[in-house]
């Protein structure tokens, strides 16, 4: 499985963000796709997970403010980011979880949030 995350960028506190992640190869054996970021200095924080069945989980940090979704095509997830604050500033990653339990990362994508 690859993916391929991308859509940060800088944006002004209270404004909005999509980030999208796009899954290639074995994608079929993708049991959830989940949002991670890491800010400086801190340790990697799960934000939002997608799973094939259909349910979300978000981390109280975002519940609320971000909605994660998939296209009708299935191989593209996304990270709709509302009501953005200067703490949500850090890289954003994808990740891919198969049922077989392996584990595959896209690069980051930055997503700044500052006036």
């Known amino acids: 499985v690859q993916l391929q995350a991308y859509g940060g960028g800088l944006v002004q506190p209270g404004g909005s963000l999509r980030l999208s992640c796009t899954a290639s190869g074995s994608i079929f054996s993708i049991y959830s796709i989940d949002w991670s970021r890491q800010a400086p200095g801190n340790q990697r924080e799960l934000v939002a997970s997608?799973?094939?069945?259909?349910?979300?989980k978000y981390a109280d940090s975002v519940k609320g403010r971000f909605i994660v979704s998939r296209d009708s095509t299935m191989t593209t997830v996304y990270l709709q980011m509302n009501s953005l604050k200067p703490e949500d500033t850090a890289e954003y990653y994808c990740?891919?979880?198969?049922?077989?339990?392996?584990?595959?990362w896209g690069q980051g994508t930055q997503v700044t949030v500052s006036s």
């Open positions: 990740k891919a979880v198969t049922f077989q339990g392996s584990e595959f």
């Open positions: 997608f799973l094939t069945s259909g349910t979300t």
